[in-house]
């Protein structure tokens, strides 16, 4: 079992950046496929991007394909979203999800284990 503490939200203008962390609990974080996610008001949870567990793979939804990066250090127990190039349709509570399956899913479904979230939020 993980357990996951994300960090790092917060108000920003449009146009400037954040760096989300979510730091994971146990010796097995290596063997978790990591994702995040966003859900916005009134809105269902959406997939942002993922990374396998070497982290030599990524994938990303296309609406932040280019502006966001995700990233993982599995000495540190630790996976970031870095965040550039912030647009009001952003604003979201983020979510990061760990899997135990090797495919880079896009589905909550597949994600096991889930954080409590934190609100980015993106002003015009």
């Known amino acids: 079992q993980v357990q996951l503490v994300e960090s790092g939200g917060g108000l920003v203008q449009a146009g400037g950046s954040l760096r989300l962390s979510c730091a994971a609990s146990?010796?097995?974080?290596?063997?978790?496929?990591m994702g995040w996610f966003r859900q916005a008001p009134g809105k269902e949870r959406e997939f942002v991007a993922a990374i396998s567990r070497s982290g030599g793979n990524t994938y990303y939804a296309d609406s932040v394909k280019g502006r966001f990066t995700i990233s993982r250090d599995n000495a540190k127990n630790t996976v970031y979203l870095q965040m550039n190039s912030l647009k009001p349709e952003d604003t979201a509570v983020y979510y990061c999800a760990a899997s135990p399956r090797l495919h880079l899913g896009v589905s909550a479904s597949v994600y096991d284990y889930w954080g409590q979230g934190t609100q980015v939020t993106v002003s015009s």
């Open positions: 146990g010796r097995t974080f290596s063997s978790y496929t």
